[in-house]
């Protein structure tokens, strides 16, 4: 018996990269695997070449820890629609969507 995905239609699923896009993208398709979510973003300062499914939001280089935790306290907010937001990195992810 196969269980069915999660359903988290009211969380949006974010990854903050500015390096590696491939990475990200690896990192959201394992999730958008484990759950079905509102909307999934890339946040970047650059466009990539990635599915529709991923709405790219470009944002201003983020060059320091300090800088990314500045961007994750006072920007986050204003870049996703959901009720609740995921925020994903390349190497963290939904591993056990089933649990």
């Avoid at 390096?19 to 990192?27: G, H, I, S, W």
């Avoid at 970047?44 to 300090?66: C, E, G, K, W």
């Avoid at 500045?70 to 990195?89: C, D, K, N, P, T």
Wanted: glycine fraction near 4%; charge should be positive; include cysteine.
């Amino acid at each position: 018996m196969s269980k069915q995905k999660p359903d988290l239609r009211n969380v949006s699923l974010v990854c903050v990269k500015t390096r590696y896009p491939e990475l990200a993208r690896f990192a959201i398709e394992r999730c958008r695997a484990a759950a079905s979510f509102k909307e999934c973003l890339l946040l970047s300062p650059h466009t990539h070449a990635l599915p529709d499914y991923i709405r790219q939001v470009r944002i201003a280089p983020i060059d320091s820890v300090a800088a990314y935790s500045a961007f994750m306290v006072r920007e986050l907010g204003h870049h996703f629609s959901g009720e609740h937001v995921l925020v994903i990195q390349w190497d963290s992810f939904i591993l056990r969507g089933d649990l």
